[in-house]
Structure formats: structure tokens, C-alpha cells
């Protein structure tokens, strides 16, 4: 069926002006001040009037068959459904394993990618778990990279963190070029996501593989960069040197974002993710855990909304941290991250308080006034 959005704010992510979106076999075919489909019968046409069209959102880190344990086996939290990722805005997701990767499976996560795929979203999937050396599908990073279309990357590796496997520097740097060259081979961007916790080294292998290496910058993608001042200091100066940095979005991701921002960071080095799905554990200062829960897709929404009406960042701006810039590290920028003509039709309609309206994924309406109208199959 062709979609017609008539009359909505489009954010492509530049402001295009009122404009009517014309979507057909699963992509934008047309973007004008005016489109006439009266000739077609099939079709259904859509009043944007008040709205406006932004690109849907990417998440680049959710744990798609759920994460945690660290509380014990029923701390482990269940897999996700369609639902709750769409109705967060999301369109496109990488998924990822975490702390465990003895119960938590490659290949079921690369089954539930599938899966999410066949019910109407976009996916993708790192392989790999915490430890080092880590888990894979085939019998390496470089044979997953090269033979699994939906790998991208080796990620969450921990770094700096008591539940990491405490890998040397020569362990990361060799999984790093491991991942550089299985990326090449496979056309992959070959990322490397790091987890970084809080102690003190943050992201000291990182700088130094830079200073010893010729791996790009751009090979590097460390998460939870707000999890810490410091982490966020150290992620200013990666950025500064051509890197990126990825903030999880819990309760000062905006003001974090803010922060580089108002301090000379590239607004091409930053994106928001929510580890969705994926435990949230609290530590007392002997590294006991003392409290547990499962984050929730909708905190990149949320923070979205803080920039633009707290902060004031300018609309364009706040998405290249929810699509444009996560589209670009997947090398996905023509299809994915933008409202063109040629690209994936993933849109969000919001109101002019930034409530999600609507949501479509590659042409299917999955929300309507903010609920579901598509389930997965289990829901």
C-alpha cells in the first residue's frame, strides 16, 4: 500500500519545511510541497497537520534477549518484545550480550534479531560478551564479521570494570585488530563497543592503542561514557582526537551531552543508547549488589526531549544523537539516520511537545497516539 503524509514538519535531519512524504514499497519515493496520489487505489493518506516528521530513532546498544544475572539466576531479565521497542520511537537496534555469556547465547541472539527483523523492525548484532577472550557464533570475531550478515561489531567488551575479566592491553589491542581486519574482509564498520566502568583507567587502552597503532579512531565506540566526570572528560578529549563516544541514557545524559557540547565537542562524536533491556545494577562501595532493574527504551526519548527543551539544542542537532550519528557508525548514512528520498521509511510523527504520535518502520505503522497497533508474535 502507498502511505501519503500530508502537510507535517520534516526534520530530514535539516529543517526541510512542510512538506508531503510520499512512502511506497518500504522507502521514502518522494519528498514535495505538494504529491497527488489520486490515481491510486490502493493507498492510504495520512494528515501530518501540527506534526512533525523526524527519522526513526537507532539504538545502538539493547539487549535484545535480555541481560543482567548478577544478582543470581532470576535477576535475569526476559527477553524483549516488539512493543516496547517501537513504542519508544526505535526502528533500528543493535543488540548485544553483556555480563553473561555462558547462559546468554550467540546464536539466540542472533535468532532474536532475526526474529525482531521478520516482525517489522531493523537489526543488527555485535558478538561477543564481557570477557576476553570472548564468545562467538563461529570460531572467531573476524569469521563472524566476515560470514554473519547481521555482525557488525565485537562489543560489549568490559574494560575498567570489576565484572570485566581484567583482559591485558595486548588482549584488547590484538581483539581489536582482529576486529579492524574482519570488519574490512567483511565490509563491516568492524566496531569495537567497549563497556567501560568506573574504575580509574577508563579509557587508557583506547588512547594507547591510538598512540602505539595505526587503528582508527573511528574503529573505537566506548559506552556508558556517562557513567563518571571523568569518563566524561576522557570522552571529550576521544572526540577531540576524531573519535566517538556513546552515553547511556539514565538521569544526566542530557546534562552530560550539554556538557561536551558547550566544551568544543563534535556533535558527529556523540550518541545516546539505552541499554534497554539490560540490568541496572547498583553496587554499595564493597561491590556487593544492592538493588537491580531492568532499563527502559524509552529513556533516549526522554533525554532527546531534555536537549531540545531544557538545553535548548536545536532540533537537527539532538537527532544526530538518536539516528543520523548511530546510521553513520553502522555505515548506514544514505539509508538509515535520514527523511530522503531512497532511504529506509522509519519515521517518527510527534506533536509540538515531542510526544511520539506515530511511528513507522521501513513503511508499517507499528503506533498510533502512542500506543502499539503492531504486536510481536508472542504478545
Known amino acids: 500500500m502507498i502511505k501519503l503524509i500530508k502537510k507535517v514538519k520534516v526534520y ?10 510520499l512512502v511506497c514499497d518500504k522507502r521514502i519515493a518522494q519528498i514535495s510541497d505538494e504529491i497527488n496520489i489520486d490515481c491510486f487505489e490502493n493507498k492510504q493518506i495520512i494528515d501530518g497537520s501540527g506534526l512533525i516528521a523526524v527519522p526513526g530513532f537507532m539504538d545502538g546498544h539493547v539487549h535484545m534477549i535480555g541481560g543482567g544475572g548478577e544478582g543470581g539466576p532470576k535477576t535475569r531479565t526476559p527477553e524483549l518484545m516488539l512493543s516496547k521497542i517501537t513504542t519508544a520511537g526505535v526502528t533500528t537496534v543493535v543488540g548485544c550480550l553483556g555480563t553473561d555469556g555462558i547462559t546468554r547465547h550467540m546464536s539466540s541472539l542472533l535468532a532474536k534479531a532475526q526474529a525482531l527483523e521478520e516482525e517489522g523492525i531493523t537489526t543488527f548484532i555485535y558478538t561477543g560478551s564481557y570477557e576476553v577472550p570472548t564468545t562467538t557464533i563461529t570460531n572467531s570475531v573476524k569469521e563472524d564479521l566476515i560470514l554473519i550478515k ?140 544492592i538493588g537491580l532493574k531492568a532499563a527502559d527504551m524509552k529513556t533516549v526519548h526522554t533525554v532527546w526531549k531534555t536537549l531540545i527543551t ?16 548511530v546510521a553513520n557508525n553502522l555505515n548506514l548514512n544514505d539509508k ?20 511520539i504520535i506515530k511511528v513507522f518502520a521501513r513503511g508499517t505503522q507499528m503506533v498510533e497516539n502512542g500506543k502499539p497497533i503492531k504486536f510481536g508474535t508472542f504478545e
Open 150 to 289: 547481521k555482525v557488525i561489531g565485537v562489543g560489549e567488551i568490559a574494560i575498567s570494570d570489576h565484572r570485566s575479566s581484567q583482559p591485558s592491553y595486548h588482549e584488547i589491542k590484538k581483539l581489536a585488530a582482529e576486529t579492524r581486519v574482519g570488519g574490512m574482509l567483511g565490509g563491516k564498520p568492524g566496531i569495537v563497543h567497549f563497556h567501560v566502568g568506573s574504575e580509574k583507567a577508563g579509557i587508557d587502552y583506547i588512547f594507547k592503542m591510538l598512540e602505539e597503532t595505526d587503528i582508527p579512531v573511528t574503529q573505537f565506540l566506548p559506552t556508558h561514557m556517562g557513567r563518571t566526570q571523568h569518563l566524561v572528560e576522557q570522552g571529550l578529549e576521544l572526540i577531540k582526537l576524531g573519535g566517538k563516544i556513546d552515553i547511556t541514557a539514565g538521569a544526566k545524559a542530557a546534562q552530560h551531552v550539554n556538557y561536551l557540547l558547550e566544551n568544543g565537542a563534535n556533535i558527529k562524536g556523540i550518541t545516546l543508547s539505552s541499554d534497554g533491556n539490560g540490568s541496572l545494577p547498583k553496587f554499595d562501595d564493597k561491590g556487593n549488589l
Open 12 to 21: 530530514s535531519p535539516e529543517y526541510l519545511g512542510v512538506k508531503d512524504i
Open 310 to 325: 531544557e538545553y535548548n539544542v536545536d532540533i537537527t542537532d539532538a537527532l544526530h544523537f538518536v539516528s543520523t550519528n
Open 336 to 355: 538509515k539516520g535520514v527523511l530522503k528520498v531512497g532511504s529506509d521509511a522509519d519515521i517518527l510523527l510527534m506533536n509540538d511537545k515531542f510526544d
